[in-house]
């Protein structure tokens, strides 16, 4: 079984969240930028094209994000 991990690093701050495929991690990234967009760019509408949208949010340093499948073992066990 696998899962999609999205990170956001911004503002110091680091959120991660998981997600049954890579189209909604997209979706999510995407709310977030949207969200954030005014306060981060107060004077400048954000682009149409989704992906110049989330590069440029991300362009400061120390701002990023990552997309990651990961595997997640199905059997559990306790220690």
Known sequence: MSVVVLMI???GKVFLSTHPNHAIAWSTLLSY???AWVEH???RPP???EE???T???AREGDEYV???ADVETDT???
């Open 9 to 11: 690093e911004h503002l």
């Open 33 to 35: 930028v949207n969200g």
């Open 41 to 43: 760019f107060p004077d």
């Open 47 to 49: 682009p149409d094209n």
């Open 52 to 54: 110049e949208r989330v």
């Open 56 to 58: 440029m949010f991300f």
């Open 67 to 69: 997309i990651a499948e």
């Open 77 to 79: 066990t306790l220690h």
